[in-house]
């Protein structure tokens, strides 16, 4: 079982078919069982009956899709239920005759309004055609649907009409420019029928656009506009009418949208867990995982609905059975956030251990030591509060994720004062233990050495893991279990005793440490073969079981190599930190030597960039640190999340 999680009990529950409305209307709102899919369990009789549920569970999600579309287009939000105790509709007809009503009335009110505006479009485009020409006293239809003369009334760019005309060389033609506004020229391109296509291509090729209009609009450029405005207004009118209308709509059917999208909502979410259900002869079979301590009031409370209710509650699971067991993380308040950082990775496997707190610990503590800065903390800490508190609403969303930037915040101050480091000025504090910038060998080797504990705290884990498990031979023998620990320290104690010559352990008792612990991980799967008379020994040959061993402990030292050798990174950052924060105060004395208001006002845009900048790169690795070097080695991710069956929006999700 998980360490910090509710431990969870599987119960199965037998119900009579004329109870599996309101026994499903109890769970739904009690929220504390996670289903199974039983639905197997039917035979093909009874799946008539299961068949029915399916159908009404599709039912009402075709009319659910329906309302909610209505209430799209009527701009109803869905709200709060303000019913709660909803029970299953035994009959939709009436609601989808009142759904199919309103459905009708918006559609047509809805697509008379867009058929409306894109007329109006339409109209305004007209309008841009013919404004340039509206001082012209030229009536359109004079110059339009002539018998002989084809002719072209647009603008066209003022340094294109030379070329046009040098191009129109050998056809007869008449180019007439009115005006100029701006860059383009207003003309009237006159020519014969006869060469009207020659006509169209040559004006096509000199951008020439010309005003094509329907032929009902008739009368001079201004009689046109005058007609086109009228034509606006009167479908503005109508459009209004229908927004009116859309209100109306809007204002006396909203809260009866409401009230039925939940009833049919809800309807939908306890028919889907129904067909879940298996069948038997006359009744229903409901299998789920039920926090342990909240089993004997759900025996209560279904007892009082009728006591022909059969309740078989089944013994903590064994191995077989512990995958299918869900883990439900009770982390609140403070640990919420590091909680959803956890499960980004993986949900913890119910035996397993959760890393939420020790991810509390180690994330700041990376965090602090890469970002170390006294000032630039506090602000962290203080945005961390801000996030708490919800009070910027678009990041409502991420409130939970407050706490760690408060922690990583209040680390980086921390930090920040054993740097002696204060919004990157380093001389207003005497630093407690040294500067980055002034000791990088140190820093470096410190975070290598940080890095190799952490990675042996993850093998003890894993260990723990092993034993909780009871995976025996994976405890002693695997590469994240005792015989990858005894080699992670004998390589660790082999490199120390080459660089210290005076190291007090002999060298000779690593080199046999390391053999010993590689000859164990090289036997693990002849062994686990042996310990479960599995045959034949060597599964494909002993050659390929060499070939295997051998890169499977090459694997795991190199592993353990560059595990070791990504934290390198922390101090990097510690120094690369101070580093950037140098390039600023060097572009600051460039602009105002004299410490001016220049010079301040790069300080404070340096220290904005690094918070914003640097503070995600640093925030990625240390997520990257976390996730590939830490918990790769206790922490596979592979529990199925506790995801109680609830449809009341005043249940909270997990448990109480």
Aim: hydrophobic share 45%; proline share 3%.
């Amino acid at each position: 079982m998980n360490w910090s999680s509710t431990r969870m009990t599987e119960i199965e529950i037998e119900v009579p078919t004329n109870l599996v409305r309101k026994v499903t209307e109890m769970l739904a709102y009690s929220g504390l069982i996670s289903l199974e899919d039983v639905s197997y369990l039917t035979t093909d009789q009874q799946a008539i009956q299961g068949n029915e549920w399916q159908s009404k569970a599709t039912e009402f999600n075709d009319l659910e899709r329906q309302v909610l579309t209505i209430m799209k287009s009527l701009k109803i939000p869905t709200g709060e239920p303000e019913d709660k105790d909803f029970k299953i509709l035994s009959e939709s007809s009436n609601t989808r005759q009142f759904a199919d009503q309103i459905d009708r009335e918006v559609r047509e009110v809805v697509a008379g309004m867009e058929t409306n505006r894109k007329e109006v479009d339409t109209l305004r485009s007209y309008l841009d055609l013919v404004t340039p020409f509206q001082e012209f006293s030229i009536r359109m239809d004079s110059i339009r649907n002539r018998r002989y003369i084809y002719s072209i009334l647009g603008t066209i760019p003022s340094g294109k009409v030379e070329r046009f005309k040098e191009s129109m060389e050998n056809i007869p033609f008449a180019l007439i420019e009115y005006k100029q506004v701006k860059n383009q020229s207003i003309v009237l391109l006159l020519g014969t029928r006869r060469h009207m296509e020659y006509l169209q291509r040559a004006a096509k090729s000199a951008y020439l656009n010309s005003i094509d209009l329907p032929d009902e609009y008739q009368g001079t450029p201004k009689e046109i506009i005058e007609q086109i405005n009228a034509e606006i207004g009167a479908l503005n009118l109508k459009i209004n009418e229908a927004n009116e209308n859309v209100n109306k709509l809007r204002t006396s059917q909203a809260k009866r949208l409401q009230e039925i999208y939940w009833h049919v909502h809800m309807s939908r979410l306890m028919s889907e867990a129904i067909t879940k259900y298996g069948q038997l002869k006359n009744g229903y079979l409901i299998s789920g995982w039920v926090p342990s301590g909240k089993v004997k009031s759900l025996e209560d409370t279904l007892h009082s609905i009728s006591e022909d209710i059969l309740i078989n509650i089944k013994p903590q699971p064994d191995k077989r059975e512990v995958s299918k067991a869900p883990v439900a993380l009770d982390h609140k308040g403070f640990f919420r956030g590091f909680q959803k950082l956890v499960t980004t990775y993986g949900v913890p496997g119910y035996e397993d251990l959760d890393p939420t707190l020790l991810l509390a610990i180690t994330f700041p503590l990376i965090f602090g030591a890469m970002f170390g800065d006294l000032g630039q903390g506090a602000l962290l800490a203080l945005g961390g509060v801000l996030l708490m508190s919800g009070k910027i609403k678009k990041l409502n969303r991420l409130s939970s994720l407050g706490t760690v930037v408060l922690l990583c915040g209040f680390v980086s101050m921390v930090f920040g004062v054993l740097y002696g480091s204060v919004f990157g000025f380093e001389t207003w504090i005497e630093a407690l233990w040294q500067h980055p910038m002034e000791n990088i060998t140190n820093i470096l080797l410190i975070t290598i050495g940080g890095g190799a504990l952490l990675l042996m705290i993850a093998n003890v884990l894993a260990m723990i893991n092993f034993i909780r498990k009871r995976q025996w031979i994976k405890l002693v023998f695997s590469g994240k279990g005792l015989a990858g620990l005894l080699l992670y320290w004998s390589l660790i104690g082999l490199l120390l005793s080459l660089v210290i010559k005076t190291f007090p352990i002999p060298r000779l008792i690593f080199t046999i440490l390391a053999i010993a612990a590689a000859m164990m991980i090289f036997s693990e799967e002849l062994i686990e073969r042996v310990t479960n008379r599995k045959k034949p020994l060597f599964e494909h040959g002993f050659l390929v079981y060499l070939i295997q061993a051998f890169f499977e402990l090459f694997e795991a030292i190199l592993s353990f190599l560059s595990n070791t050798l990504s934290f390198v990174r922390v101090g990097a950052f510690a120094v690369a930190h101070m580093g950037l924060s140098s390039v600023f105060f060097i572009l600051a004395e460039m602009i105002s030597p004299s410490k001016g208001l220049g010079y301040w006002v790069v300080i404070v845009i340096g220290n904005i960039f690094i918070l914003g900048f640097e503070g995600m790169i640093v925030s990625i690795q240390t997520l990257r640190l976390q996730y590939y070097e830490f918990f790769s080695k206790f922490f596979s991710g592979g529990g199925k999340k506790y995801a109680p069956f609830q449809v009341s929006h005043s249940v909270k999700q997990g448990v109480k």
